[in-house]
C-alpha cells in the first residue's frame, strides 16, 4: 500500500514505442521516395533504402518488412490526399454535368500525371509475381474511388435525374470515357507528356456528352454549361 504522504513523481516520457516514432517513419520514407525515384523499385534494395534514410537494418525492419510495404506505405500517402481533393468534387451542388465534368478532368489530370503513372507502371511490373500487391493497390485506389462515383448517380437516380439499370458498370464506363486515349497511351510510354488542360477538357467534355446522352433524363442533366 503506498504511503499517502510521499508524493509520486510524475511518469517522464520516454521515447516512442519501437516502430511508432512518426519522425523516424517520415525519415524512412523520405530515403525510400529518392531510392524508388533514383534507381526504379526492382532496382532497389531495403540496403540502398537503410543508407539514404540514414537509419541501420534493424531500425528500417522495425518499421516495414520489406521494400513491397514501404512502396504501398507511400503510394497509400499521395493516395489519401489526391483521393480528399477529387471525392471534393462529387460533393459540389450543381447540375449533374457540371459536376461529372469537374470530376472527370480532376481525375483524369491526376491519373495522367507523372508520378501517378510511374505508380501504375511499377504495380504491372511487381504483380505477376506479387499479385497481392495488385489486388491490395487496386481495391485501395480504383475500386474505393468506383465506389464513389457509383454513390453519386445512385443519388442522382434516385432524385429522378438519371436512369441507370447498372450503376456500377456506369461508374466504370464513366471513367474510362474520361481517359479514352490518355491513360493507357500515358502508361505505354506512347504519350511521353501530361495532357494539357485543353486535351483533358476535350475529352472529359465528349465523355460527359456521350454519357448522358445515354442515362441522362432531365434537362439540368444534359445542359453541361461547361
Given at each position: 500500500?503506498?504511503?499517502?504522504?510521499?508524493?509520486?513523481?510524475?511518469?517522464?516520457?520516454?521515447?516512442?514505442?519501437?516502430?511508432?516514432?512518426?519522425?523516424?517513419?517520415?525519415?524512412?520514407?523520405?530515403?525510400?521516395?529518392?531510392?524508388?525515384?533514383?534507381?526504379?523499385?526492382?532496382?532497389?534494395?531495403?540496403?540502398?533504402?537503410?543508407?539514404?534514410?540514414?537509419?541501420?537494418?534493424?531500425?528500417?525492419?522495425?518499421?516495414f518488412s520489406?521494400?513491397?510495404?514501404?512502396?504501398?506505405?507511400?503510394?497509400?500517402?499521395?493516395?489519401?490526399?489526391?483521393?480528399?481533393?477529387?471525392?471534393?468534387?462529387?460533393?459540389?451542388?450543381?447540375?449533374?454535368?457540371?459536376?461529372?465534368?469537374?470530376?472527370?478532368?480532376?481525375?483524369?489530370?491526376?491519373?495522367?500525371?507523372?508520378?501517378?503513372?510511374?505508380?501504375?507502371?511499377?504495380?504491372?511490373?511487381?504483380?505477376?509475381?506479387?499479385?497481392?500487391?495488385?489486388?491490395?493497390?487496386?481495391?485501395?485506389?480504383?475500386?474505393?474511388?468506383?465506389?464513389?462515383?457509383?454513390?453519386?448517380?445512385?443519388?442522382?437516380?434516385?432524385?429522378?435525374e438519371l436512369?441507370?439499370?447498372?450503376?456500377?458498370?456506369?461508374?466504370?464506363?464513366?471513367?474510362?470515357?474520361?481517359?479514352?486515349?490518355?491513360?493507357?497511351?500515358?502508361?505505354?510510354?506512347?504519350?511521353?507528356?501530361?495532357?494539357?488542360?485543353?486535351?483533358?477538357?476535350?475529352?472529359?467534355?465528349?465523355?460527359?456528352?456521350?454519357?448522358?446522352?445515354?442515362?441522362?433524363?432531365?434537362?439540368?442533366?444534359?445542359?453541361?454549361?461547361?
Amino acid at each position: 500500500m503506498s504511503n499517502p504522504a510521499v508524493p509520486v513523481a510524475p511518469r517522464r516520457r520516454g521515447k516512442a514505442a519501437a516502430g511508432q516514432d512518426p519522425a523516424k517513419r517520415a525519415q524512412i520514407l523520405d530515403g525510400a521516395r529518392t531510392v524508388f525515384a533514383q534507381l526504379g523499385f526492382d532496382a532497389a534494395s531495403m540496403n540502398d533504402i537503410t543508407r539514404e534514410a540514414g537509419v541501420s537494418k534493424s531500425t528500417i525492419y522495425v518499421y516495414f518488412s520489406s521494400k513491397e510495404e514501404l512502396f504501398e506505405a507511400l503510394i497509400s500517402e499521395a493516395r489519401e490526399r489526391i483521393f480528399a481533393e477529387i471525392l471534393a468534387e462529387l460533393d459540389r451542388p450543381g447540375p449533374i454535368a457540371e459536376v461529372l465534368h469537374a470530376y472527370g478532368q480532376h481525375l483524369a489530370q491526376v491519373l495522367c500525371s507523372e508520378p501517378v503513372i510511374a505508380a501504375h507502371r511499377t504495380v504491372i511490373g511487381v504483380t505477376e509475381r506479387k499479385p497481392d500487391l495488385g489486388r491490395r493497390f487496386y481495391d485501395a485506389g480504383g475500386r474505393r474511388g468506383m465506389e464513389a462515383l457509383r454513390g453519386y448517380l445512385r443519388t442522382q437516380i434516385a432524385a429522378g435525374e438519371l436512369e441507370i439499370p447498372d450503376p456500377e458498370l456506369a461508374a466504370y464506363q464513366f471513367v474510362e470515357l474520361c481517359l479514352a486515349g490518355l491513360f493507357r497511351r500515358r502508361v505505354m510510354a506512347h504519350l511521353d507528356r501530361e495532357p494539357t488542360e485543353a486535351e483533358l477538357s476535350r475529352t472529359v467534355g465528349s465523355a460527359v456528352t456521350m454519357f448522358l446522352a445515354c442515362y441522362g433524363t432531365g434537362s439540368g442533366a444534359r445542359s453541361s454549361g461547361v
